[in-house]
């Protein structure tokens, strides 16, 4: 796949590549409106890194956050395991939305 086999990262032109093969499929445009859409830059070599890892794709580019801080902030909360605060259909978590 390109990756780095050391670190377990993905080259820029390998995320793309999947990006525009894999699953649902993003056509170039379509691609591009995404990207500003998520870190204001539609230009892949600005706007991603040469090389991804999958945390910081989810933080960096995706916008979610770190499971350690969302399981410290259920614990500050007080959330028994089991309850359904803070549970979607399904018992799926919800992803907590960042104050603007």
Known sequence: MG???RNGGLTRDDVIRL???EGECLGQQELEECLGLLVGDSNFKTALPQEIQADEFAEDI????????????TNED???PGSFRGTAPGGMGVIPEEAA
């Open 62 to 73: 995706l916008g979610f956050e770190e499971v350690e801080e969302i399981e410290e902030e």
């Open 19 to 21: 990006l525009r093969e």
């Open 3 to 5: 990756g780095d086999a």
């Open 78 to 80: 007080s959330v028994q």
